[in-house]
C-alpha cells in the first residue's frame, strides 16, 4: 500500500510540470514574416518603417542604401523603395523619401538607388553644371570659345579658365589648355579668353617678331639698321638689297644710293658705301634711280 502511494503522488507532480512541447514559441521559436525578436527578447514584435523581414525570421533587416521604406510591418525586401533619379541616400534603414537627397551641382544621377553622392556622375572636364539633383548630362554646359576647364565636377562658368593672352581657341568645351592656339609668329594678343585668330595683332611696318603666342606689342622687334620690312606682320626682317641702304631701326623702306652711285652689297647701313660708278655700269647693275635717269635720257635722245 505504501508503493502505490508513493507512485499516485509521483504521477500528480508529473501532471502538474508543463510539458517540454508546450514551452516551445510559436512558429517553431520564430517569427511571422513582417516580425522580429524585439530587443533582448524572444518576443515577436512588428517590423518598424525602414526595415522588413521574411517568414521564420528573428530579426528586422534594414532597408539598404539608396532605398526607403515608410511600411511598418513589411514583410519582403520589395517594400523598400529606390530613391529617384537625380537623389542619392547613403542612410541604412531609411523610414522616409526624406533621406533621398538631391545629387549635388556639377554632376547628376541617372539612375535610381544611389547610395552616396560619389555615385553621382560628375560633368566631364570642360562642362559645368549649377543644377542639384539632374537626372542626365544634358545639364552640364560647355565652357565658351576661348577658355577650357582640365576638372571634372566644375560647378560654374567661372571655373572655365582664360586662354592667356598671346593665345586663343575657337573651341567650346575645351579640357586642356593646350586647345588654346598661340598667335602666330609676327603677330600678338593683351586679350584674355580670346575665341578667334583676329584678336591677334600683326607687329607694324618696320618691326618683326619670330616668335608664336607673343602677348604684347613690345615684343615687336625694330628692324636694326641695313634692314627694313615693307609689310606687317612678319617674322624678320629683310636686308636692304645692292643699290639701296638704310640707316634707321624701325625702316619700312630702304634708300636709294644717289644717281651716278652703286652700292654693290646688301644690309648697308650707310651712305657712304654708295660708291661711283659709270653709266653705262649702274645701269648694267641695275641701280634704280640711275636707270629710270639713265632710260630717261635715251628717251628724250630718241
Not at 515577436?44 to 521574411?54: F, I, L, N
Not at 593672352?165 to 586647345?179: A, D, K
Not at 609689310?231 to 638689297?241: E, K, N, Y
Request: hydrophobic share 25%.
Amino acid at each position: 500500500m505504501a508503493n502505490m502511494g508513493v507512485r499516485l503522488a509521483l504521477l500528480l507532480v508529473a501532471a502538474a510540470w508543463p510539458s517540454s512541447k508546450a514551452a516551445v514559441p510559436p512558429h517553431g521559436g520564430r517569427c511571422q514574416a513582417g516580425d522580429g525578436y524585439a530587443t533582448n527578447s524572444t518576443t515577436c514584435v512588428q517590423c518598424g518603417a525602414g526595415t522588413w523581414s521574411g517568414e521564420g525570421s528573428t530579426e528586422c533587416t534594414r532597408c539598404v542604401t539608396g532605398t526607403y521604406s515608410t511600411e511598418a510591418g513589411a514583410g519582403s525586401e520589395d517594400t523598400c523603395s529606390k530613391c529617384p533619379q537625380g537623389t542619392w541616400s547613403a542612410q541604412e534603414g531609411s523610414p522616409t523619401p526624406g533621406s533621398c537627397q538631391k545629387c549635388p551641382a556639377g554632376s547628376w544621377g541617372g539612375a535610381t538607388g544611389l547610395g552616396g553622392h560619389e555615385e553621382c556622375t560628375k560633368c566631364p572636364a570642360g562642362k559645368w553644371s549649377a543644377q542639384e539633383g539632374a537626372t542626365s548630362d544634358g545639364v552640364c554646359s560647355m565652357c565658351l570659345a576661348g577658355t577650357w576647364n582640365g576638372e571634372n565636377g566644375s560647378i560654374s562658368t567661372t571655373n572655365c579658365l582664360d586662354c592667356a593672352p598671346g593665345t586663343w581657341s575657337s573651341t567650346l568645351g575645351s579640357s586642356e589648355q593646350s586647345r588654346c592656339t598661340a598667335c602666330p609668329t609676327g603677330t600678338w594678343s593683351t586679350a584674355w579668353g580670346a575665341a578667334a585668330e583676329s584678336t591677334c595683332q600683326e607687329c607694324r611696318a618696320g618691326t618683326f617678331q619670330p616668335a608664336v603666342g607673343q602677348a604684347n606689342i613690345s615684343v615687336c622687334i625694330h628692324c636694326e639698321p641695313g634692314k627694313y620690312s615693307t609689310l606687317t606682320g612678319v617674322d624678320a626682317c629683310a636686308a636692304c638689297p645692292a643699290g639701296t641702304w638704310t640707316d634707321e631701326f624701325e625702316a619700312s623702306a630702304c634708300k636709294i644710293c644717289p644717281a651716278g652711285k652703286w652700292s654693290y652689297s646688301s644690309g648697308e647701313r650707310l651712305e657712304s658705301n654708295c660708291v661711283s660708278c659709270s653709266g653705262s655700269s649702274c645701269l648694267a647693275e641695275g641701280s634704280a634711280q640711275v636707270t629710270i635717269e639713265v632710260r630717261g635720257l635715251q628717251y628724250q635722245q630718241r
